[in-house]
Structure formats: structure tokens, C-alpha cells
């Protein structure tokens, strides 16, 4: 398999330091990936262990990250990785999103693509932080 789910994940100590850990830049969501595609690349394998059960909660994935972090996934492993198609996936959260009445999304979604792709990562913006709070996000 290619990844697995940050939520159910379990690694030697040592394959974890010898690729550096996690990606700090992430933030939140896609730090698993980078991880475990840079262990790949080092030769390591990815495996499912089919009797283990995990589960959890599914959280308040903003546009802003996800567009931001899977811009910046694909542009930092442009020789093994396809550019992401962000176009097609904003079109797509953004009716999602304007559907449930999030009106906002939309362009954090756009500043998300454009962040990741000048690689302003870390921590959310303020603007985003302020939204969540009063649930237009």
C-alpha cells in the first residue's frame, strides 16, 4: 500500500529518525504521507496488517489546509508525484461547500493552492482561526 492513515500508524523509532520525522511544515493533515513516502523512497515497505481495527472521528478538514498541504505534498515530490489537480478538486469542495453554507471556503481554498505553492506553511492563517471560531468556516 502507499500510506497508511496517520490516526492507525506504527513504525520502528529508527526508520522514523532516519528520514527526519514528521514535516513540520504540514501543520495538520498530509504530514503522514510525506512521512511514509519519503520512507518508501528509502526502500522501506508500507504494510497493512489486516486484523488491526482502528477508528476515528473525522475532523474539520478547512479547504485552506487541505488545497495548501496537498499543493505543497505534490510540488516537494515533483519527480515521483503528479502535480496535484487542485482545479478540479477546488471546483468540487467549493460546491460542497457553498452547499452547506460555507461561503468562505471557496477562497481559502484558493489562498490554500497558492500558499502551498510559495510554500508559506505552519500554522493556519489568523484570518482562518477567527472564521472556525464563529462557524462560517
Given at each position: 500500500?502507499?500510506?497508511?492513515?496517520?490516526?492507525?500508524l506504527?513504525?520502528?523509532?529508527?526508520?522514523?529518525?532516519?528520514?527526519?520525522?514528521?514535516?513540520p511544515?504540514?501543520?495538520?493533515?498530509?504530514?503522514?504521507?510525506?512521512?511514509?513516502?519519503r520512507?518508501?523512497?528509502?526502500?522501506?515497505?508500507?504494510?497493512?496488517?489486516?486484523?488491526?481495527?482502528?477508528?476515528?472521528e473525522?475532523g474539520?478538514?478547512?479547504?485552506?489546509?487541505?488545497?495548501?498541504?496537498?499543493?505543497?505534498?505534490?510540488?516537494k515530490?515533483?519527480?515521483?508525484?503528479?502535480?496535484?489537480?487542485?482545479?478540479?478538486?477546488?471546483?468540487?469542495?467549493?460546491?460542497?461547500?457553498?452547499?452547506?453554507?460555507?461561503?468562505?471556503?471557496?477562497?481559502?481554498?484558493i489562498?490554500?493552492?497558492?500558499?502551498?505553492?510559495?510554500?508559506?506553511?505552519?500554522?493556519?492563517?489568523?484570518?482562518?482561526?477567527?472564521?472556525?471560531?464563529?462557524?462560517?468556516?
Amino acid at each position: 500500500m502507499d500510506w497508511a492513515d496517520g490516526a492507525c500508524l506504527m513504525m520502528r523509532v529508527r526508520d522514523f529518525l532516519s528520514v527526519g520525522g514528521f514535516d513540520p511544515a504540514y501543520f495538520l493533515y498530509v504530514e503522514e504521507v510525506d512521512l511514509q513516502l519519503r520512507l518508501r523512497m528509502q526502500g522501506l515497505r508500507i504494510r497493512l496488517v489486516e486484523s488491526a481495527r482502528a477508528c476515528q472521528e473525522p475532523g474539520n478538514y478547512t479547504l485552506y489546509l487541505k488545497h495548501r498541504n496537498l499543493t505543497y505534498l505534490t510540488g516537494k515530490f515533483s519527480s515521483v508525484l503528479s502535480a496535484w489537480p487542485w482545479l478540479r478538486h477546488w471546483l468540487i469542495d467549493s460546491a460542497r461547500m457553498v452547499r452547506r453554507g460555507r461561503l468562505g471556503q471557496p477562497l481559502w481554498g484558493i489562498r490554500g493552492i497558492l500558499d502551498g505553492r510559495a510554500g508559506r506553511m505552519g500554522p493556519p492563517p489568523v484570518g482562518l482561526l477567527c472564521m472556525r471560531r464563529v462557524g462560517n468556516v
